[in-house]
Structures are given as C-alpha cells and as structure tokens.
T-cell receptor
C-alpha cells in the first residue's frame, strides 16, 4: 500500500497557540488529501478536502479560519489549528487516495492536547 | 440517523473461534466499501475491500449486500492479535469516505 507520513505524532500546547501538522505522501503524488478528526470512541469525521494548488473544501460545521489547510505541493498538505482551545483536543489524521480503486491510506495521526 | 452504523461491541471471542459482525449504511449511492482495523490511539489500517461477490483474505471474509445495505466481516480462527476496533467505511465518491464508529473485538486466551 501507499505510505503517508504525518508529523508530529503528538502535541501538547497552551490554549491560544497555533499548531501545524504536516502530512506527506512518500511514494506517490497526492493531488488530494483529506483531514479527519476523531474523538475517543467516536468515528472518524471528515473535516476538509485538501486540493493541491487550490483552496481546501471544508465540511459543514468546520471553521475554515480556525483550521487552515495548505496543499502547496503534490506530496505535502498542512493543517494549522489556529488559536487552539481545549475543545480542539483530538486525534487528527490525514489521508490520501491511492490506486484506481480509490483505497484510502492514512498518516499515523497527531494527538493534540490543548491545556 | 448516522450514515454508517456499527455495533460498538465489545465482541468477546475465545481464541480460535469465529466472530462476525455487520455494518449498515444509509447512502445507497455509496460506491465502494472497505474494512479498516484501528488499534488504540493509532491510525486506521486498511484490512480489505468489500465486494458484492464476497472477498476473502486468509482468515478474513467480507461481504457486501447492496439490497439490504450492509457489509459484513467474518474472522475465522481468531488470534489474540486480532483484538482491535474494526471500522467500516463507505466511499461516497470523490474520495470522501464515511466511517462507522467501529466494532471492538477482544480475543481472549
């Protein structure tokens, strides 16, 4: 399968700070990447679709000014959580589609804890 | 109603036994389906695709029933290492996946 790398694996930050998470496709080019969020014992929730060279598409209820997405190259997408608050604490996972049958492969995830 | 629903479990399974569980989906336009395995605080890992004709990979068998809008996963000869949460996923198209909340499986010695 395809390899998607995500960094950092975990972040602890103070309330009000911004946190950047990187997602890279290591062995393929990903024109589209997806950002998910998962709260404990809940399903993965799609936050936004990151498109290389254009603006991200956000799902309903996701604040685009709070979750800034940049997809500047075919192998890198970044998610910045701006002015993070404790309620933003969650597991954030990026993913990319690979293959003709559109299988979804995930990065290792980032556990964000906002104090 | 959630678009993809799963029994959260846990399914407690003796080692060597067979366990099966389903996942229902509401969007009949969903194009493809998958099972993922997720260990605690880790990313989901693709287990297998699901086809109407059935799909078998070793001890794992997946089935899609479009008429009743559910997919199933069967695990034979369960191993301790099979303990995990199993997520079903429906691809709505354009790469947008809808996930269930997962079914927890606990294999006991």
């Amino acid at each position: 399968g395809a390899v998607v790398s995500q960094h950092p694996s975990w972040v602890i930050c103070k309330s009000g700070t911004s946190v950047k998470i990187e997602c890279r496709s290591l062995d393929f080019q990903a024109t589209t990447m997806f950002w998910y969020r998962q709260f404990p014992k809940q399903s993965l929730m799609l936050m936004a679709t990151s498109n290389e060279g254009s603006k991200a598409t956000y799902e309903q209820g996701v604040e685009k000014d709070k979750f800034l997405i940049n997809h500047a190259s075919l192998t890198l997408s970044t998610l910045t959580v701006t002015s993070a608050h404790p309620e933003d604490s969650s597991f954030y996972i990026c993913s990319a589609i690979y293959g003709g049958d559109e299988k979804l492969f995930f990065g290792s995830g980032t556990q964000l804890s906002v104090l | 109603r959630k678009e993809v629903e799963q029994d959260p479990g846990p399914f407690n399974v003796p080692e060597g036994a067979t366990v099966a569980f389903n996942c229902t989906y509401s969007n009949s336009a969903s194009q493809s389906f998958f099972w993922y395995r997720q260990d605690c605080r880790k990313e989901p890992k693709l287990l297998m695709s699901v086809y109407s004709s059935g799909n078998e990979d070793g001890r794992f068998t997946a089935q899609l029933n479009r008429a009743s809008q559910y997919i199933s996963l069967l695990i034979r000869d369960s191993k301790l290492s099979d303990s995990a949460t199993y997520l079903c996923a429906a691809n709505r198209g354009w790469g947008k996946f809808q996930f269930g909340a997962g079914t927890q499986v606990v294999v006991t010695p």
